[in-house]
């Protein structure tokens, strides 16, 4: 069996986060190093590696993430002020953990375009 990613061990609760939502399919818990007052990763029980490698049989996980990005964000007081969604796919944009996860960035004004 493959090791687990990192972000399967936080969903299993292997390693500690402060986790702020979790359901059958997906959890979301504060970024260990977060860029704005409020920085979250969500991500998919499943571990999918990356964005790119999501095929149609991901179409109802994809969509469940993105309604819960509403949810969480409306949650956490973000959705008068905005916020932001990332996810960084492959070397160029600095995916450091291969399973999917979406960033959502608030709290403060954020700079577009990102570096
Ligand atoms: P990415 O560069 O898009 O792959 O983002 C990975 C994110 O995971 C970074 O923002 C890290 O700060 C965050 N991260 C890494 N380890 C942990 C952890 N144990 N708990 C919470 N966030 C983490």
Same mark, same amino acid.
Do not use: N, S, V, Y
């Given at each position: 069996m493959n090791e687990k990613t990192l972000f399967e061990k936080i969903y299993d609760g292997e390693i500690p986060a402060a986790i702020v939502y979790k359901d059958d399919v997906c959890c979301c818990f504060r970024d260990?190093?977060?860029?704005?007052p409020v920085h979250l990763l969500l991500i998919p029980?499943?571990?999918? !590696?990356s964005i790119e490698q999501a095929? !149609?049989?991901d179409a109802a996980l994809l969509a469940h993430l993105m309604l819960k990005v509403g949810e969480i964000a409306r949650e956490q007081g973000l959705a008068k002020s905005g916020f932001r969604v990332v996810i960084n796919n492959g070397p160029d944009a600095g995916q450091a953990v291969p399973h999917l996860h979406l960033h959502i960035l608030g709290g403060r004004s954020l700079q577009w375009p990102p570096g």
């Open positions: 260990i190093d977060p860029q704005a029980r499943k571990p999918l !590696p095929t !149609p049989d």
